[in-house]
């Protein structure tokens, strides 16, 4: 991956103030919540699974308003469908899954539903959940930054592409940036490590910021 030459900095282990595991446990939830919403699961029935869960105060202002809407707007829906992403890093921090591997691809959605069946109706899902150590957080939110620097770097050429693989040292194909599955990918990622570590310290989910 190409690399920014001056300074992209991610905080010192001893400095990093992470979220709560519990919290983390509680967005994993709602996550998993919004993307079932936006697949077609009924209203009330995602709405259940946070309530149940006393997690609804965790739920950001954005996704009160897509959960409370009678209906689904196709594509409002289509964009939150990608929060799977966002929720594999949650259960990879978790370590309900055991490694976020190169986001070339998008998530083990079989895997992930897998596990969310099991805890969704889960109370020790939250009461129990523990992080993996910060410096594996910070690890992963300054690779996923990184990638993601590339990825924008190249979109200010033309055409603007990519390796289909996001290795620009192999010889895999060139696509345009829109057709590249993986850039979803690190763009979840990235905004879902953002939060996890408190990132410029954002009020709720909808206020991280990706800037690289």
């Known amino acids: ?12 282990d001893d400095e990093a103030r992470v979220q709560d595991a519990e919290e983390v ?28 869960a006393d997690a609804w105060g965790s739920v950001s202002p954005e996704e009160v308003e897509f959960l409370d809407a009678a209906s689904l707007d196709p594509l409002v ?10 929720l594999w890093v949650m ?17 083990n959605v079989p895997r992930l539903v897998e596990v969310m069946r099991v ?15 910060v410096s594996e957080l910070l690890d992963a939110q ?5 990638i993601h620097w590339a990825i924008r770097d190249a979109s200010l050429t033309q055409p603007a592409r990519v390796p ?16 590249c599955a993986g850039v979803g990918v690190v763009e979840e990622r990235h905004h879902a490590l953002n939060w996890l ?15 690289t």
Not at 99 to 106: H, K, R, V
């Open 142 to 146: 300054d690779l996923a930054m990184r």
């Open 1 to 12: 991956v190409p690399v920014y030459p001056g300074p992209l900095f991610v905080e010192d």
């Open 25 to 52: 446990a509680r967005r994993a939830l709602i996550l998993w919540a919004v993307s079932i919403r936006a697949e077609g699961t009924p209203q009330q029935e995602a709405i259940a699974l946070i309530k149940d």
């Open 77 to 86: 829906a289509q964009a939150l469908v990608w929060r799977l992403e966002s």
């Open 119 to 133: 805890e969704e109706s889960n109370p020790a899902f939250i009461t129990g959940a523990k992080l993996r150590d």
């Open 164 to 179: 289909n693989n996001l290795d620009w040292s192999g010889d895999a194909e060139w696509v345009e940036i829109p057709m």
């Open 91 to 107: 259960l990879w921090a978790l370590g309900r899954v055991d490694e976020l591997a190169w986001p070339d691809d998008m998530c």
């Open 197 to 211: 570590v408190n990132f410029l310290k954002p009020k709720n989910l909808d206020e991280v910021d990706t800037h």
